[in-house]
């Protein structure tokens, strides 16, 4: 592999402008420290090395290579204080609200509810996009930013001023599909569990495709289930790696894809997690801890020896392993087409408890569906699993629900959902499908 060249964390020093001129308030703050831990909490807090721009009407931030990550507006027409908007990897905008706090923690395992801009899942949430004060950031931001004064001030932050311009959203479009273009196609779902890292994770295909293409799943694409390469996958990083450029020191995570990573060969699941940690640097990043996901089947999670997962725990990873179990019951793995029987799902449930009792840095969790026509039995099958299965709470080995339905909140839904979850043994959550 090409040698990269390592990071310099200590090269980001702090600096401060505020101009004087108080008809035009402008204050622009140079590589602020943000916080170094994902978190959960019921504030704004910002990750990683970033610069902001403050306004008398917005504030903007801007990632290592001056591209714009996050947005909001001081006037009144924003929707609340302490929401804002987040850029994401692949360009999309999203707008995070505190949905009133209520609620939101209980069914998504986190204070702020992800608002997007395509059809998801999603049970809850407004249309923010149609408010005037969001529609004007995320279709003015740039035309701001280029009417701001860039002299009179030092030249460090004058030349700031230059570079972020440079980043117009024509070419904040493309350097997403470069993105899409070095795996070779979008990340169209992101596992649950990336909501761990806020969904800041670089992705690295290390297999296409999946080997059930249940008749349900929206997220599927036409591909057989196939294994990369080693020099594809050591291409990828290559160029993933330039991709990230400077902001790569604010990255800690790796999702594996596609569809079925854990499908793939062991050894090269466990070389490509080693070559991308020393790659991406995750040692120096200035973000703590690392993690590791991916989505596996229930036959690869059935068939993946105990050896893999006793390697994958002595890695410096906390690795979460999503699993698509969807239903204990036959009539329901049949409406749904799934090719699987209620038999091999109990088998991986089963499985799902060992591995998760016995090491501490994986943690695999299962996806079920949710739906008011799906029959009773299976509601049942779910309960017998996710409550009679086990004696006592359990603190980790998430199930998620997933509502079959896009683009359709439905209350009866919601309700069944807290119904289910407060009976539940396992932290239990609503899955909302994201793209990234
Ligand atoms: S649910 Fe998983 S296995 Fe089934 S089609 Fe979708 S991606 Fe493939």
Redesign the pocket.
Known sequence: MEILKPLQKNIYKTQTFQSKNLSKELSIELNCCGTKEYTKVSFPVKYGIFSRIETCDYIFEFNLNHEICHAKSKKRTWLHPSEWLKRTMGDDWVYYSTGGYSGVFEALGEYYLPNLTYPTNSLLGGKPFEESGIDDIVKNWHQIISQLPDTGMPDEFSRWIQSIRQQSPERLQKKAQQLFDISGSRVT?MPPDARHVDYNIIPLNISD??????R?????NEKNFSIRSKQDIDNQIIELKQWLDKDVINFNALFLGE??ALNAPCDLIITTIQDAFDAFEFQSSYMKENFLFM?G?VDSFLNTEKTFFDSLNCLPFQTFINI?L?SYDQATLDLLG?PLTQNQVGQAFEKVQTINDTFPNIEITCNFVMDESLPDSHYKGLMTLIRASVNRTKPKGCIYLSPLKFGCPSRQVLYDFYKLKSQSRFPTFLYMIQRL
């Open positions: 779902v495709g999946c080997l059930y293409k249940c349900f799943c929206k997220v599927k569809h079925d989505f089947s698509g969807e799934k």
